[in-house]
């Protein structure tokens, strides 16, 4: 089993900056890319912004310029630096990620979310 446990979040004012973070654990040969999705009141859940295992980067148009995803392969971790924050930006977010666990193959796993709240 693989988990995922994020922190970071809470209540920030337009304009604003948080960071998030989410580690995986469990029995893990080695995470491949991770990702952190949101989903806003009444709206479905969307991809934010992920990260493969080199590197390589992707952020939805909203986020573009201002949120910076970033990891840690030696912590199995995975980092969301939020900048200019907007009251559309509040939801809650949540880790993704695909995972090669030791004994059964592969796994994908969520993290339990975390609420960011922006006020205007």
């Known amino acids: 089993q693989v988990q995922l446990v994020e922190s970071g979040g809470g209540l920030v004012q337009a304009g604003g900056s948080l960071s998030l973070s989410c580690a995986a654990s469990?029995?893990?040969?080695?995470?491949?890319?991770m990702y952190w999705y949101r989903q806003a009141p009444g709206k479905r859940r969307e991809l934010a912004a992920r990260v493969t295992r080199g590197g390589g980067t992707w952020y939805a148009a909203s986020v573009k310029g201002r949120f910076t995803i970033s990891r840690d392969n030696a912590k199995n971790s995975v980092y969301l630096q939020m900048v200019s924050l907007k009251p559309e930006d509040t939801a809650v977010y949540y880790c993704?990620?695909?995972?090669?666990?030791?004994?059964?193959?592969?796994?994908?796993?969520w993290g339990q979310g975390t609420q960011v709240t922006v006020s205007s």
């Open positions: 993704y990620a695909d995972v090669e666990t030791l004994y059964d193959g592969r796994q994908s796993a």
């Open positions: 469990g029995s893990i040969f080695r995470v491949d890319t």
